[in-house]
């Protein structure tokens, strides 16, 4: 008797399951690993061979079958698995909805874009409009205000927490010409988020917050913070402030599904819509050609009038699933990864405590090298100790960064440079990465522009300490996949690299 459809994909999935189980031991979480290599564990650590990757992709059977059974389906472009994922990823971060697209550097396009709708009437960013950034971190998160035509305005880091000073904030503003801030929470630090709320509310701009580097760090502002602007419960059950998840404060935010990033989906990223669901429309509207329709894929006539709408100088009656009421673009990612990510959100919780775990383990082992290297600190913390961190006041703002990198800043009276240290890390095989594009002033495609459209950008103060990390930073992982062994032997390398020097 043939098998039923079924008892078929039944039989694929164990396989797929038995076959990954075999074939992808290395990307098991680092928590896994046993003090004996089994079929459930990663590889044997050999120190010295063994690749340490900075970051990369961490999984189990869970999303291989999950992969493969979306295949079997074959649905491929963004339908149940997306629209679940979505939904799942909304409640993840505490937003009112969130939209899937196929990277992360897209979602930072699409949000902005959507600032720019003509349907927002007053508050639409316009060319020549500004929208205050941070000068050293990720061009995409800078890039998407230039491509649509608006003045990106560049302040200084801050050594400490690597996120932009806001002490320049009010300097930065220009009354009539600023209409949002656009800033990315760096490595997962969390950036003062109750500063730049007050500021964004103060004036009436938007806010977009770049969260790729971040998902599963949360913030809490101060009990008086949270009441005078409306914003959310302040307190819990228990009288205790609520930490919310960072990317649930502007009025968009956005995600990354890239492997190094804290979930994965291969590629892939997300648009959050916070509050405001007219946004969501627009977003939506970006992502799918710029259409007016909002039907999702594989579904006609959502509104009920799709041959009823007068819209442009089309005829009335024009099928509204062809009418454009934006130039958009098509980044909608396949239902396959979001299959992928529906299993790896339920990681999520455990991967953002074993990426700070990780750090405190670092730190920790690093604290006798103090004289040679600066270290990250969460926004508002003042200190580090063994036991956490001191705040600069315990009744105010703190925050917990899901940390994405563990950063060493050289120190100017340290007898090496970051490029010794790079190169040593890279001789023993343990990867590390400089703060993405250091300081985005200084990269070939910012220095064009500057020396041909001067009036393209804006620079508020001096850029000294986004020049210091460009010069004297660099970061080693402390994603889920690192093992105790793997952790321990960096320490041991970087303590080895400083006697030698």
């Not at 044997?44 to 999303?63: H, K, L, M, N, Q």
């Not at 396009?109 to 500004?130: H, Q, W």
């Not at 959100?345 to 090298?369: C, H, M, V």
């Not at 340290?414 to 990269?443: C, S, V, W």
Request: aromatic share 10%.
């Amino acid at each position: 008797m043939s098998q039923s459809l079924s008892e078929l994909k039944s039989e694929i999935l164990r396989l797929t399951r038995e076959y990954s189980a075999l074939a992808h031991r290395a990307n098991l979480p680092g928590s896994s690993l046993p003090d004996r290599a089994d079929s459930n564990a990663q590889p044997s650590f050999c120190p010295g061979e063994t690749t340490i990757p900075y970051a990369g992709r961490v999984f189990t059977a869970d999303e291989v079958e999950a992969a493969v059974s979306a295949t079997l389906d074959f649905w491929l472009t963004l339908g149940p698995e997306g629209d679940a994922f979505e939904h799942e990823l909304a409640q993840v971060v505490g937003v009112k909805r969130s939209l899937l697209v196929n990277s992360g550097s897209s979602a930072n396009l699409v949000a902005f874009s959507a600032l720019t709708s003509y349907k927002l009437g007053d508050r639409r960013i316009m060319p020549g409009d500004e929208v205050i950034t941070c000068a050293a971190g990720f061009p995409t998160t800078v890039a998407p205000i230039i491509q649509n035509g608006a003045v990106p305005v560049f302040l200084d880091n801050n050594p400490l927490t690597l996120n932009a000073r806001l002490d320049l904030l009010e300097e930065a503003f220009t009354p009539g010409k600023t209409k949002a801030v656009m800033m990315a929470h760096t490595l997962g630090n969390p950036f003062d988020l109750e500063t730049i709320t007050t500021f964004c509310r103060k004036h009436d701009l938007w806010l977009i917050e770049d969260n790729c580097d971040a998902l599963g760090s949360t913030y809490t502002f101060t009990v008086e913070h949270e009441e005078s602007i409306r914003f959310r419960k302040p307190l819990n059950e228990t009288g205790e402030p609520i930490a919310y998840p960072t990317g649930s404060f502007g009025d968009l935010s956005t995600q990354s599904f890239y492997p190094p990033h804290h979930l994965t989906l291969g590629e892939g990223g997300a648009v959050n819509v916070v509050r405001d669901m007219r946004l969501k429309v627009l977003v939506e509207s970006f992502r799918d050609w710029g259409r007016d329709c909002w039907c999702a894929s594989g579904k006609d006539n959502t509104c009920g009038k799709r041959f009823g709408w007068k819209l442009g100088e089309l005829p009335e009656g024009y099928d509204h699933k062809y009418i454009y009421s934006h130039l958009g673009y098509n980044l909608k990612p396949l239902d396959i990864q979001a299959a992928i990510g529906r299993q790896q959100i339920k990681k999520l919780p455990d991967f953002s405590e074993a990426r700070r775990t990780n750090w405190q383990y670092l730190r920790q082992g690093l604290a006798d090298l103090e004289e040679f290297f600066t270290f990250q600190l969460p926004t508002h913390a003042k200190a580090w100790t063994k036991d956490g961190f001191e705040w600069e006041n315990n009744h105010g703002p703190k925050c917990a960064p899901s940390w994405f990198g563990f950063m060493l800043l050289v120190k100017p009276s340290a007898p090496f440079m970051r490029t010794d240290l790079a190169r040593y890390l890279d001789e023993h095989k343990i990867g590390n990465r400089m703060l993405f594009g250091g300081n985005l002033l200084r990269q070939p495609a910012f220095v064009h522009l500057r020396n041909e459209y001067p009036d393209k950008l804006r620079i508020v103060g001096e850029l000294t300490v986004a020049d210091q990390i460009m010069n004297e930073s660099l970061f080693i992982g402390v994603y889920p996949g690192l093992t105790q062994a793997m952790l321990d032997y960096e320490l041991e390398v970087i303590h080895r690299f400083v006697s030698e020097h």
